[in-house]
Nanobody, 115 residues
């Protein structure tokens, strides 16, 4: 059974930093491209960053230069380091991947950026 467990969210002031973690089980983690996504109230879920099995990375324009995605295959964990946070980064953040024809997500972790 594929499972992802996210952690690291919280309340932070503008300009602050957070580091999200997502630990996977039930898949051969190292072969999959992993993504971090977010969904703000009233908005669709959007891709924030992704990292391939060979550690090529891709970022949404809105977070480029501020967020960094990384992975530790030995720990089956993907990270999202978020710096210079803005109020518009407030959302529930999910990690996920596609296995075959199915998309799998964690339960999400809330990030709130507010003074």
């Amino acid at each position: 059974q594929v499972q992802f467990v996210e952690s690291g969210g919280g309340l932070v002031q503008p300009g602050g930093s957070l580091r999200l973690s997502c630990t996977a089980s039930g898949i051969m983690f190292r072969i999959y491209t992993m993504g971090w996504y977010r969904q703000a109230p009233g908005k669709q879920r959007e891709l924030v960053a992704s990292i391939t099995s060979s550690e090529n990375t891709n970022y949404a324009v809105s977070v480029k230069g501020r967020f960094t995605i990384s992975r530790d295959n030995a720990k089956a964990t993907v990270y999202l380091q978020m710096n210079s946070l803005k109020p518009e980064d407030t959302a529930v953040y999910y990690c996920g991947t596609r296995v075959g024809l199915a998309d799998y997500w964690g339960q999400g972790t809330q990030v709130t950026v507010s003074p």
